[in-house]
């Protein structure tokens, strides 16, 4: 799978060398191409925004720019995502669609945003990763990029992404490992057992439970 980031900030994207991104990057399972939209701003100075149009706070970047950023990366079977606060709220269901994709060109604004134009043009999906205002998509895109890749075939053991959170429409249950007692805390001896029906019991007790009490929501549905 391959991801090309138009952003004004490259350098953010530092995070995703680490842990089991980067070794998926290393092992050539996903490729993460950043594209700085500076560079494509036809001005003396770089410039990259504008006042808006009608008054009010803030710069908005320049379609112009922002195109021929696009134009660089362009493919006709990417799937080009902004990531915005407008946007339909990201969840594990759209996320297990998206890792079906094989290119995503994911666009990032900063500022207050951009020109509403460019966006119309180009943008096949505004997405969202919550409802509160970032400084910029950078931080949003890495969270896209880092949930879709743990979907891409050989990123995660398959057993890691069937029984987590959300997978079953529950929260996951509880996890223990060794020692047997910290801190005058035993693990919940069914664990200890080797039962292992009673264990999938328990732990579907368990993420009913948890469920109940932290996301009521999601067993409305
Ligand atoms: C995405 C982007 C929050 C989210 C974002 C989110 C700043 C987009 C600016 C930047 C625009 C204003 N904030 N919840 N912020 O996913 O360029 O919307």
Sequence with gaps: MKFDVLTLFPEMF??????????AIKNNQIEINLINIRDFSKSKHKKVDD???GGGAGMVMRPDV????YESVKD?????????????????????QLSQEKHLIVLCGHYEGIDQR???EIVDEEISIGDYVLTGGELP??????????????????????????SQGLLEYPQYTRPEEFRGKRVPEVLISGHHQNIKKWREEQAIEL???NRPDLLKK
């Design 141 to 166: 895109a890495m969270v896209l990029i880092d949930t879709v890749s743990r979907y891409v075939e050989g990123v995660l053991s398959e057993d890691s992404t069937t029984e987590e959170s959300f």
């Design 14 to 23: 530092t995070p995703l060398q680490e842990s089991i991104i980067g070794r």
């Design 51 to 53: 006042t808006p149009y």
């Design 211 to 213: 469920t109940k009490k």
């Design 66 to 69: 922002v195109y021929d950023a």
């Design 76 to 96: 006709e079977n990417a799937k080009v995502i902004y990531m915005s606060p407008k946007g339909k709220t990201l969840n594990q269901e759209k996320v297990r």
């Design 118 to 120: 460019v966006l119309d």
